[in-house]
């Protein structure tokens, strides 16, 4: 049977690093989630970011447009948030609805306010080598690796995945901690055979129960980024967990793993943008 890394207990202890940090501030740091339409996903979503920085004593700011708003009027939002001296992180809930430029918005946001990692600029110093925000999820991924005590130098990961919110970032981070980093697509041929010779997989496909458990390696680690809702109302993962758990030597829990970690690193994100602020 696998450990499992719980990602709440990662994310409990990260939170609890930061209430120092925010005490030797001079003014709450400041957050503002920018929604459009009424996907209730993306709802949630921004009721659990919004919830979790209203307990830190974050200055917090929804701002929530129509389905029908134009382009313009979101690029008035952002440019608002982007000059107001109280709004130090800024993230837009993705996806956008159609009709929207979701590229055009992101590039939009102040880089020092780009708490999601997202913007050119931070993706390019995280490139280079010296990142300033890191795209949450991946960050999230790293952190729960380096407090379960999992060696990433020298290792064999394989990434499944490209997206630029998690697959690629995640991939420059595995590498820059020296793993040897394949990334994975829907063009692969034969993922199973490069699975099996993988010491880390991070799953992040975005389809539910994709990786099944024998295409896994005996000690591999396993991350599951994947959040999907079943038609039965479940939460399950890119992995098929219960074939998984049964065979490799650590795997994350969906929900319980991830997810925590995603809101906790923003929440990260977001006080060293104001420790930054000058």
């Not at 913007?119 to 995280?126: A, D, V």
Request: glycine share 8%; proline share 7%; with cysteine.
């Amino acid at each position: 049977m696998a450990q499992l890394i719980d990602g709440r207990q990662v994310a409990k202890a990260a939170l609890l690093a930061l209430r120092p940090r925010i005490q030797a501030l001079k003014r709450p740091p400041g957050i503002a989630v920018v929604r459009v339409g009424e996907d209730p996903a993306s709802r949630v979503y921004v009721e659990r970011k919004t919830a979790r920085a209203e307990r830190l004593g974050f200055w917090h700011e929804h701002v929530h447009l129509e389905l029908d708003a134009s382009q313009a009027q979101l690029e008035a939002e952002i440019d608002r948030l982007n000059a107001d001296p109280k709004i130090d992180g800024i993230l837009v809930q993705l996806p956008l609805p159609s009709g929207l430029d979701g590229t055009a918005i992101l590039d939009r946001i102040d880089p020092s306010k780009d708490v999601d990692g997202f913007h050119p600029e931070n993706i390019g110093r995280l490139a280079q080598g010296r990142p300033q925000f890191v795209p949450c999820t991946p960050a999230g991924v790293m952190r729960l690796l380096s407090h379960s005590g999992i060696k990433v130098e020298g290792k064999r990961a394989v990434v499944v995945g490209r997206s630029n919110i998690v697959g690629r970032p995640m991939a420059m981070l595995l590498e820059a901690a020296n793993a040897t980093v394949t990334v994975a697509h829907s063009r692969t041929t034969d993922l199973p055979s490069l699975l099996r010779a993988a010491d880390i997989v991070v799953a992040a496909v975005g389809r539910p129960e994709f990786l099944k458990g024998d295409w896994l390696s005996e000690g591999a680690v396993v991350i599951d980024v994947g959040i999907n809702r079943l038609a039965d109302g479940r939460l399950v993962g890119d992995v098929d967990f219960e074939s998984a758990v049964q065979r490799v030597a650590a795997i994350t829990p969906v929900p319980g793993g991830v997810g925590p970690m995603t809101i906790a690193m923003l929440m990260e994100n977001t006080v060293k943008a104001a420790e930054l602020r000058p």
